[in-house]
């Protein structure tokens, strides 16, 4: 800022505040060159946790939480580190086309599991559960899914899960009846109508 305003302990402070959410947070040189950027390829960094700092490990190198936040101090290598969150894209909604799902998180040497039936991605002491595909490319969606992930590495906790619903209903192309040409609908169609509903083509009711 131009402003080198310390503090009685000569720090030195900003001006702005860092979103809980995420988002672009880079240091920069003098010569208004990058130095360091946050996450992978300048995109925004995850997700923050309260009492949880996020950072470079002093040993790997990776970028991964602490759950021992050290302020005024070096990274704690000893501290535990989380994976950091998986980014899904696209996200949860609403969809009338058969879409592409693919998963990433930023913590070199992870791996993502994930699940299609709704089950948990991983057991209660972090390994993946029965149900559980290793994720390594995009996963191909016909039909309505729940899609369930979380990622783990080695000497850290496992990343918080992610649970997204991906509905896929072709309304704009859609017969009479309720059916279309790719078979989207057809889970939906296939529920049981409710009891004093009537006659109508089932899938009616729907969404």
């Known amino acids: 800022s131009g402003n080198d305003n310390p503090d009685s302990k000569n720090n030195l402070h900003t001006n702005f505040k860092l979103a809980k959410s995420g988002e672009y947070l880079a240091l920069m040189a003098p010569d208004e060159s990058i130095t360091s950027a946050f996450g992978p390829a300048g995109s925004s960094y995850p997700n923050q946790s309260n009492d949880v700092s996020y950072g470079i490990h002093p040993v790997t190198d990776n970028v991964v939480f602490f759950e021992n936040p050290t302020p005024g101090a070096k990274n704690n290598?000893?501290?535990?580190?989380?994976v950091a969150p998986i980014e899904v894209s696209p996200t949860r909604g609403l969809y009338q086309s058969t879409q592409k799902i693919t998963l990433s998180t930023s913590t070199l040497g992870a791996t993502i599991y994930y699940?299609?039936?709704?089950?948990?991605?991983l057991t209660n002491t972090g390994n993946p559960s029965a149900n559980a595909t290793a994720y390594t490319s995009p996963i191909s969606l016909r039909k309505t899914t729940v899609i369930r992930s979380a990622a783990t590495a080695n000497k850290f906790e496992p990343s918080p899960w992610e649970s997204h619903t991906y509905l896929l209903l072709d309304i704009d192309n859609a017969n009479a009846n309720g059916t279309d040409s790719n078979g989207l609908n057809d889970p939906i169609l296939q529920q049981t109508r409710p009891a004093g509903y009537g006659n109508f083509p089932s899938g009616d009711y729907n969404m």
Not at 77 to 82: F, M
Not at 115 to 121: E, L, R, V
Request: charged share 30%; no cysteine; glycine share 16%.
């Open 77 to 82: 290598e000893d501290g535990i580190a989380r």
């Open 115 to 121: 699940t299609t039936d709704g089950s948990s991605p």
